[in-house]
């Protein structure tokens, strides 16, 4: 069965320094996502992206993060200078029909990435 | 604005015994809403959904959820837990961005 995979499973950096998260959705998905779940709170939506533009983002998703897709199969999320509250699980989901999550679409979580800010 | 709460942290269940997991929503329009598990150090899997259809939906491993919409609740339950259902539990609301509950962590006991 297709899975969304998610590398790496852990990430330490230091404060200030860029990462980047790195998604393979299912192959034949057309809209992409970003979430994070903070230790003890709840998973957050950070943006959705469709035809290689953003197509919704929360106000979590401020300047310092981006996503791309840079070729035909990884979507990626960069967060250009971590802070220690950029610490979290992040996980990238997939779905194949209408982004704005109407009925009957289903989006598919990877394993998550879980990051670690020192 | 939608929301979802869950109305319980922890639940804690004998092996073999019925599960209830509660939750409410609210929504300007008609919600699309599901069920996530997501067992220790793996992602969320989906448990099931519903979108309007009919109301009692079931999903795997023996788990369904009756939307109620003048409660405005879609609790998920199963007849009888396994010792393998012991993992967290959200509930979800889809607008435009997929809205998660707090989550219930379930434990089963032998």
């Known amino acids: 069965e297709p899975e969304v995979t998610q590398t790496p499973s852990h990430q330490v950096t230091q404060m200030g320094q860029e990462v980047i998260l790195r998604c393979v959705p299912i192959s034949n998905h057309l809209y ?6 903070i230790l003890g709170q709840k998973v957050e939506f950070l943006v959705s992206f469709y035809n290689n533009e953003i197509s919704e983002k ?10 791309e897709r840079p070729d035909g199969s990884n979507f990626t999320l960069k967060i250009r200078s971590t802070k220690l509250e950029d610490s979290a699980m992040y996980f990238c989901a997939s779905s194949h029909l209408s982004g704005a999550g109407g009925p009957g679409d289903t989006q ?3 394993p998550g990435t879980r990051l670690t800010v020192l | 604005a939608q929301s979802v709460t869950q109305l319980d942290s922890h639940v804690s269940v004998s092996e073999g015994t019925p599960v209830l997991l509660r939750c409410n929503y609210s929504s ?3 919600p699309s809403l599901f069920w996530y598990v997501q067992h220790p150090n793996k992602g969320l899997q989906l448990l099931l959904k519903y979108t309007s259809a009919a109301t009692l939906v ?6 369904e959820a009756e939307f109620k919409k003048s409660e405005t609740s879609f609790h998920l339950t199963k007849p009888s837990a396994h010792m393998s259902d012991a993992a967290e539990y959200f509930c979800v609301v889809s607008d435009r961005a997929l809205t998660f509950g707090s989550g219930t962590r379930l434990q089963v006991q032998p």
């Open chain 1, 32 to 37: 992409f996502y970003w979430y994070r779940q």
């Open chain 2, 58 to 63: 079931k999903g795997i491993n023996g788990f």
């Open chain 1, 58 to 67: 929360s106000e979590i998703f401020d300047d310092q993060f981006s996503v």
């Open chain 1, 108 to 110: 598919y979580f990877g």
């Open chain 2, 28 to 30: 300007s329009y008609s």
